[in-house]
């Protein structure tokens, strides 16, 4: 499993997807702080760390290493701040993506050092990344409210100068997109099959 878990398993892999959907949301926290804790100690007690960095990347992190001081979380809490703190020392790297980013740790969010910012319009999500960056970047949050889709607000070590950048579109666009909801509720199914819907919701297999 851990060979797996880190992509040199039978068919090596340069990405390795852990997906948590079909977990319970209260048993998430602690499935979280697992994994980030395997990772961190995997390189830890690894010699060749150096060649071998590994990158947790924390998709909607506000569920499980929130701001607040909730005992439930305390654990993936602790497990994804001590890579954020100590993990470049060993080659271990976070990513943290939010759409709350006020509601993510505080201490894991001030150690991130580059910040890709999509469009924000609620105030205290603006206002909470103006006080991240850098006193003379702080301005430029102003203008996280009007991005359009796919455009992102780029600060921090990886550029030499803050950046407005577009990325392309995925083509095939992935199941992660959004629905039509208007043009479905005109020419969607009449009709399902509920039974194996269920059948599938019991064996958890999507």
Not at 114 to 142: A, H, K
């Given at each position: 499993m851990l060979r797996d878990f880190v992509g040199l398993g039978t068919q090596k892999a340069a990405v390795t997807v852990i997906d948590l959907s079909s977990v319970p949301f209260d048993v998430r926290p602690t499935v979280a702080a697992q994994i980030g804790r395997l990772a961190f100690e995997f390189n830890y007690w690894n010699p060749d760390y150096r060649e071998f960095p590994i990158l947790l990347?924390?998709?909607e992190a506000h569920a499980y290493i929130p701001r607040a001081s909730e005992s439930q979380f305390a654990g993936s809490r602790k497990s994804?701040?001590?890579i954020a703190k100590e993990g470049r020392k060993y080659g271990v790297g976070l990513a943290v993506v939010s759409?709350?980013?006020?509601?993510v740790s505080e201490t894991v969010l001030a150690q991130c050092g580059t910040f890709i910012c999509l469009r924000i319009t609620n105030p205290d999500d603006q206002s909470y990344v103006r006080s991240l960056v850098?006193?003379?970047e702080g301005?430029?949050?102003n203008v996280l409210a009007g991005l359009g889709r796919g455009e992102a607000l780029v600060l921090g070590e990886a550029?030499?100068?803050p950046t407005r950048v577009q990325f392309e579109r995925p083509n095939p666009t992935p199941n992660s997109d959004d629905v039509d909801f208007y043009g479905k509720w005109k020419t969607g199914p009449t009709d399902l099959e509920v039974d194996a819907?269920?059948?599938r919701w019991r064996s958890q297999e999507r």
């Amino acid at each position: 499993m851990l060979r797996d878990f880190v992509g040199l398993g039978t068919q090596k892999a340069a990405v390795t997807v852990i997906d948590l959907s079909s977990v319970p949301f209260d048993v998430r926290p602690t499935v979280a702080a697992q994994i980030g804790r395997l990772a961190f100690e995997f390189n830890y007690w690894n010699p060749d760390y150096r060649e071998f960095p590994i990158l947790l990347m924390c998709e909607e992190a506000h569920a499980y290493i929130p701001r607040a001081s909730e005992s439930q979380f305390a654990g993936s809490r602790k497990s994804m701040e001590r890579i954020a703190k100590e993990g470049r020392k060993y080659g271990v790297g976070l990513a943290v993506v939010s759409q709350r980013p006020h509601e993510v740790s505080e201490t894991v969010l001030a150690q991130c050092g580059t910040f890709i910012c999509l469009r924000i319009t609620n105030p205290d999500d603006q206002s909470y990344v103006r006080s991240l960056v850098p006193e003379s970047e702080g301005d430029l949050v102003n203008v996280l409210a009007g991005l359009g889709r796919g455009e992102a607000l780029v600060l921090g070590e990886a550029v030499p100068l803050p950046t407005r950048v577009q990325f392309e579109r995925p083509n095939p666009t992935p199941n992660s997109d959004d629905v039509d909801f208007y043009g479905k509720w005109k020419t969607g199914p009449t009709d399902l099959e509920v039974d194996a819907i269920v059948k599938r919701w019991r064996s958890q297999e999507r």
